[in-house]
DNA sequence: AAGTGGTCTAGACCACCTC
DNA sequence: AGGTGGTCTAGACCACTTG
């Protein structure tokens, strides 16, 4: 009852995990060279490096040049979360999408803003407050800032007609997000706007993004009671 | 101005993203093959795939068998969530780690529990509740379903001394990981376990773990006022 | 300075899936 | 049944980083 391929990578990778979790090699120790282990496995380095990648990727080992793979001595869980797009979300679960924008300004990056980007001096932002609707019920409220120097096209958009968030993730790619979640209990202002009960527990995400440095978003999205997040493929 | 690595596959993954980003193939258009790009970029094929890999897991392309390589119709925004062993992200943060078992039990799967494992008969499951406390505050509290079937070792643990979040970490691989998040309002009984308000916002997260298609563990972390889950390379 | 991982190549075969 | 992506190999060179 063998594998159909021998030297498969992902056998190789649950050989090597098999090791880290028998204990062979503990946290914190160093793991042989990838060449080593091709030796050993009988196979060519180029697999052990594709097992390897993997490892590294579920956050098991690190890897670095010269200082050879290590196991690592704090393990993590990692997770990838799927966002959708919001009107893509809503329209999944069968329900009628509908977007409103509250209001849009240009106003310099507030300290909070500017911490989000990690910038020194405020930078001129496309300040953007917009309601996603599911079926005429408020889901998710979104407050926005846009780096114009970043982004110049974003001014020539209709922010009415087209959502912030669907057209920057269909025309802007990014190289770095960051991602916050937390809970918060709803204000005044929130059960306004989401037409939710002022106390009730809130679900926000906020969302940072750049293109090689340079900020594109920061956002904070406040969904309705109710709202869940969920990993998938 | 050049690269060093004229047909690095990052370069070419970037001219791939920008042809998507600019039109010249739109939401489900169907990519050239893999050989085509190869031969149009002046590379290996290998070259052009390890870009795709990397295009088809940052969601902006899907590549079948056959069917070829398709630019996604519903772009997604991806993002790894790092969540490390629960007493490591307390020290981190400078304080003093504390777990306490509150309970632990075995009792049949109840139907909440085998409905996160899509388990169609009850299974016999350790119960475990237990607290993490950072300075002796109340950090997380955690109800934790194990299936002793797959994990018969956890029996012989001393859950009183070691965090089964911890042990399972440490002993345990998983080939698969459903996350939740939500929003939840603090009960009385939360109030009582976290010392937090009745009415407080609070952050939940469960997550349910397999190793290929063997239940682990299923759990319903609840956190205290004020916690915050980031993403982080 | 040298050792280790990262990348690239050219070619071969395989596995999956649509046609 | 055939086309496409997925993997594997053997070898070469490169880039990072630590001793």
Known sequence: MAEKQR????????????????????????LPRDEEFAARFGCARSTVHRAMRDLAQSGIVERRRKGGTTVRRDPVTRATLNIPITRLEVEQKGSVYRYQLIRQSMQP????????????????M???????????????????WICVETVPEIASVDLSRESAN???????????????????????????????????????????????????TSLCAVARPGYQLFTQG
């Open 109 to 124: 990056s507030p300290p909070a803003i500017m911490a989000n980007f990690g910038l020194h001096e405020a930078r001129p």
């Open 166 to 216: 669907e057209w920057l993730v269909r025309n802007r790619p990014y190289s770095k997000c960051d991602l916050r979640l937390y809970a918060r209990t709803g204000t005044s202002t929130d059960s306004e706007i989401l037409q939710s009960e002022v106390g009730d527990a809130l679900f926000v995400m906020e969302r940072t993004t750049w293109i090689s440095d340079a900020p594109i």
């Open 7 to 30: 030297h498969s990578w992902v056998a190789i990778r649950d050989s090597i995990r098999e090791m880290i979790l028998n204990s062979t090699y503990g946290p914190g120790d160093k």
């Open 126 to 144: 496309l300040r953007v407050e917009a309601l996603h609707l599911a079926d005429s019920r408020p889901y998710i409220f979104e407050d926005r």
